[in-house]
């Protein structure tokens, strides 16, 4: 049993609300989950590719840091802000190259977590408000993002374990799940035949690579999450975010829950209704529950 919620700001005006937003509707589904938090951020006017790594969990960080600067330097990326946060490292650079090969070579270097011109990707062992204190999520502006509190079932309670999982090898895309895929291996052995690496063996991670495989080919992110509905098996919910926006995907049999709440300024959507009535406390709210394998998408605002 996980959580997931994910909002978008329709009105730019609205932005400088979304950390704090986040972190309050996953406060609200927390005991979904009580072993991590993750939170997917996107932020406008940031200059540069970011990228957010894992630092040891024992030791001295500075090779770690180092070997990361070292390969940046193989590709020319040339630094533009760097520091450190609970158990990571953020760096933005100016990087005009492929992004994949650039990607994979940063991976190999160090456990990169997040890459984009706009995500952030934080996660942690810990509460939503625990990391908001560590990492001062509440603070951040942005026009959209998702996020996941994770009861661990099958893998360590480590922060690499803990959710959203950047699709690896691309820019800007996150996935927040509840499920489990069920074909997971089948479908990760295809990717790899076609040059795909995976960091982890979590089907999160599947899912984000196999979205930003068929954006990258131009498909549109609905059409991408409709096949996705007919390509996944298993039971699963889940969010997906871009650069431009958010969107969901539900599998047939409707096992994981989810809610949606929709007005002209915002879209919301979560778990349970409790994080949803987070956004507007004692108000009633007019919330829908997505049919059985459907999926929907949202554009933000320019």
Not at 249 to 271: G, H, N
Request: proline share 4%; charged share 25%; glycine share 8%.
């Amino acid at each position: 049993m996980c959580g997931i919620a994910g909002i978008l700001f329709k009105k730019p005006d609205s932005n400088h609300v979304l950390g704090q937003t986040l972190v309050d509707m996953l406060d609200g589904c927390q005991h979904r989950g009580i072993d991590s938090t993750g939170f997917a951020l996107y932020e406008d006017g940031i200059s540069g590719l970011r990228l957010r790594f894992l630092l040891p969990e024992t030791g001295d960080a500075a090779p770690t840091i180092a070997k990361i600067k070292s390969v940046l330097a193989e590709f020319d990326a040339k630094v533009l802000e760097e520091g450190t946060a609970g158990c990571t490292y953020r760096i933005t650079v100016d990087f005009k190259g492929d992004i994949r090969p650039f990607a994979y070579a940063m991976e190999h270097a160090a456990k990169l977590i997040s890459l984009g011109s706009s995500l952030d990707v934080i996660k942690d062992v810990g509460t939503s408000h625990e990391l908001d204190a560590l990492y001062h999520v509440g603070a951040i502006a942005g026009s959209h993002g998702i996020g996941h509190v994770r009861l661990a079932t099958e893998s360590e309670v480590k922060p690499e374990s803990a959710h959203p999982f950047w699709a690896t090898g691309f820019s800007d895309i996150a996935i927040v799940h509840n499920g489990q895929i069920t074909n997971y291996w089948k479908m990760r052995r295809r990717l790899e035949r076609r040059g795909f690496e995976f960091r982890t063996d979590n089907d999160s991670e599947l899912i984000a690579v196999y979205l930003a495989d068929k954006l990258s080919a131009g498909e549109k992110l609905e059409a991408a999450l409709s096949q996705s509905v007919d390509d996944l098996d298993g039971t699963f919910s889940f969010l997906v975010s871009t650069k431009d926006g958010i969107g969901f995907a539900k599998d047939r049999l409707a096992a994981k829950p989810m809610v949606m709440y929709e007005d002209d300024t915002l879209v919301a959507i979560a778990s349970e209704e409790v994080s949803l009535n987070r956004l507007f406390p004692g108000q009633p709210l007019n919330t829908t529950e997505p049919a059985p394998g459907t999926c929907q998408t949202w554009s933000r605002s320019i």
